[in-house]
């Protein structure tokens, strides 16, 4: 698969179409500059996230921290599923070794919320390895919370 970068030289303002390994190693066709040059760590502005987004991933982690602490701590979890609409949840009673999944989701739900509130603090040129962590933390703890389905023991 052939697949092109569009890459804006900042001196000149040309419209480059390279390859990856071009835009390392290539020049500007219209001013001859090195391409690659144009993301370097000093022209690099890291991302800001607001004070409120902020306090609500640093609440939100330590709500989700603290509350899987409290589970292992208790060997007792209960967790909903389902029920809109008039119908009744599905609740389901963890206790025991059972709790290692839910408490795995929480966990993992945690490290994709606090994800963003350390992204803010890191400015090194780094922000796609923190959405990579909170994508793929939250799609695993949902897997976790899916397949504790199977082990927990049903309430009503």
């Not at 603290?66 to 963890?94: D, K, M, N, T």
């Not at 963003?116 to 897997?143: A, M, P, T, W």
């Amino acid at each position: 698969m052939d697949w092109r970068l569009e890459v804006i030289c900042v001196d000149c303002g040309l419209r480059n179409f390279v390859t990856r390994e071009e835009f390392r190693t290539g020049y500007c066709t219209g001013c001859t500059t090195l391409l690659g040059s144009s993301s370097t760590e000093e022209d690099y502005v890291p991302n800001q996230v607001t004070l409120l987004d902020r306090a609500a991933s640093l609440i939100g982690a330590v709500v989700l921290f603290g509350l899987s602490a409290y589970v292992i701590y208790v060997q007792h979890f209960q967790l909903a599923y389902g029920g809109r609409r008039g119908r009744r949840a599905l609740v389901l009673e963890f206790s025991g070794a059972e709790i290692t999944l839910p408490v795995l989701s929480l966990l993992l739900g945690a490290v994709s919320v606090i994800s963003v509130f350390l992204d803010h603090y890191d400015k090194r040129q780094n922000e796609h390895i923190y959405r990579k962590i909170g994508r793929y933390s939250l799609g695993l703890g949902f897997c976790c919370y899916t397949l504790a389905i199977f082990f927990g023991h049903q309430v009503r």
